[in-house]
Antibody, heavy 121, light 108 residues
Framework: EVQLLESGGGLVQPGGSLRLSCAAS????????MSWVRQAPGKGLEWVSA????????YYADSVKGRFTISRDNSKNTLYLQMNSLRAEDTAVYYC??????????????WGQGILVTVSS | EIVMTQSPATLSVSPGERATLSCRAS??????LAWYQQKPGQAPRLLIY???TRATGVPARFSGSGSVTEFTLTISSLQSEDFAIYYC??????????FGQGTKVEIK
């Protein structure tokens, strides 16, 4: 059974940093692209970042480029999102998602339960 | 960036009836279109990809159609568990994935 479990969320002040983790199990982690998608309270879905199965290629939404860094440790079956210079508008539930194939551009067929990040003073 | 527009914003349907949801892309996305279902407090669930391919475990009452810029998700006979928000997503011109704003299917 595929499982994705996010952790690392919480309350942070504007300008602060957080690192989200997504622990994966139930599939060959290194063989699939992974993405982060967020959802602000009461709003729709916004793609944030993605990486290929090998982690050699990474992609970012313009809204987070230069502030967020996606990475993965295939030996630990874990995906990360390092979030720096956080802003109030980054407040959202963050989901990690496994993509259908090794490349990152495919849809997410399994999603974690989500983790809340709140940016507020 | 491709803009995805869903209609209607809210669809009121009685259980057992058919529901038809629309999604329009601002430019061609070929057949690189997915549909997701999201229930309150839950993560999105992939229903359809490639415009018409059902994801693993998705009931046959869900079907997708369309190509280029016009797409439809049809739920042939609504069950109580189908009342949710549905999002379309394009993955043709990537990055970024772009999502529609969602269609809420509610009980009439």
């Amino acid at each position: 059974e595929v499982q994705l479990l996010e952790s690392g969320g919480g309350l942070v002040q504007p300008g602060g940093s957080l690192r989200l983790s997504c622990a994966a199990s139930g599939f060959t982690f290194r063989s699939y692209g992974m993405s982060w998608v967020r959802q602000a309270p009461g709003k729709g879905l916004e793609w944030v970042s993605a990486t290929t199965g090998g982690g050699d290629s990474t992609y970012y939404a313009d809204s987070v480029k230069g502030r967020f860094t996606i990475s993965r440790d295939n030996s630990k079956n874990t995906l990360y999102l390092q979030m720096n210079s956080l802003r109030a508008e980054d407040t959202a539930v963050y989901y990690c998602a496994k993509t259908l194939e090794w490349i990152a551009a495919r849809p997410g067929d399994y999603w974690g339960q989500g983790i809340l990040v709140t940016v507020s003073s | 960036e491709i803009v995805m527009t869903q209609s209607p914003a809210t669809l009121s349907v009685s259980p057992g009836e058919r529901a038809t949801l629309s999604c329009r892309a601002s430019q061609s996305v070929s057949s690189n279109l997915a549909w997701y279902q999201q229930k309150p407090g839950q993560a999105p669930r992939l229903l359809i990809y490639g415009a018409s391919t059902r994801a693993t475990g998705v009931p046959a009452r869900f079907s997708g159609s369309g190509s280029v810029t016009e797409f439809t998700l049809t739920i042939s006979s609504l069950q109580s568990e189908d009342f949710a928000i549905y999002y379309c997503q394009q993955y043709n011109n990537w990055p970024p994935w772009t999502f529609g704003q969602g269609t809420k299917v509610e009980i009439k």
